[in-house]
């Protein structure tokens, strides 16, 4: 049961989670969830995310420009990205809470040591085509399953040595195109229906003003500085997970 305590405190989170999003570019669903199955169940959490990435993507995308530009860039990982999520989100709603815990807790895990990673090797060109395909099919079976596909998102861009305003453009895409199918996929399978998605609808506007306050720090303050801080909580809270699942 969702109570007015409960909006407070879910609120805050996105309040959070979108200053995490504005600050570094990523991590929206990660902190969210992250924080969110502390005091609820992960498939609630996982569903309570789904609106506000939709539209704090769609927002980030806007407000970064460049849209078609980055598509024609990125559409081998876009089309594998949305083509798996749409297969994977039924299984949500039927595999076991404690593996989905256990997968939530990876990863995270996987996000954070990611993102502390200095660089992967370099990407040549001549395999990039192949390389979209291969980490949207990853990102998709991550992103279907847990509303997180950060890891193979990440982890490809920096192997392509993008620079600080690609990074943002192109992940703000391709997190936006995986969000269609996401919340399609999450409604079809009775996840994201009457009060769920109210409460999920309604926590735009905390994302929304954390990703302001985001983008001020961003503009006002190392940024790179706060963004190991958030990875070493990440890094926590996915540990966290993985015991919570096991003991």
């Known amino acids: 049961m969702i109570t007015a305590e409960l909006i407070i ?14 600050t570094v570019g990523i991590g929206l669903p990660t902190a969210s969830i992250g924080m969110l199955t502390l005091f609820i169940d992960a498939r609630l959490a996982i569903s309570l995310v ?39 989100t039924s299984v949500t709603a039927k595999i076991d809470e404690n593996l989905l815990v256990m997968i939530l807790g990876v990863v995270i895990l996987l996000f954070s040591v990611s993102n502390l990673v200095r660089m992967p090797p370099r990407l040549p060109p001549r395999y990039d085509a192949i ?46 195109l995986g969000s269609i199918p996401l919340s399609l996929g999450f409604w079809r399978a009775g996840l994201l229906t009457g009060d769920t998605a109210l409460v999920s609808l309604g926590m735009i506007v905390p994302t929304l003003i954390g990703f302001t306050i985001g983008e001020y720090i961003r503009r006002r303050l190392q940024a790179d500085r706060f963004r190991i801080v958030v990875l070493l909580i990440f890094m926590a809270m996915g540990l966290n997970l993985i015991g919570k699942a096991i003991f």
Not at 9 to 22: D, E, N, P, R
Not at 54 to 66: D, H, K
Request: no cysteine.
């Open 50 to 88: 789904v609106l506000p990435m939709l539209i704090s993507n769609a927002w980030q995308v806007y407000r970064e420009g460049m849209v078609v530009e980055t598509f024609k860039s990125y559409w081998r990982f876009g089309v594998a990205l949305m083509l798996v999520i749409a297969m994977m």
């Open 9 to 22: 405190l879910i609120s805050g989170v996105f309040l959070l989670a979108g200053t995490v999003k504005g």
């Open 131 to 176: 390389a979209q395909w291969i980490a949207g099919i990853l990102a998709g079976l991550l992103g279907g399953l847990t509303a997180i596909w950060s890891p193979p998102t990440v982890i490809y861009l920096l192997a392509r040595r993008v620079d600080k305003n690609e990074f943002v453009r192109a992940s703000g895409v391709l997190i936006l």
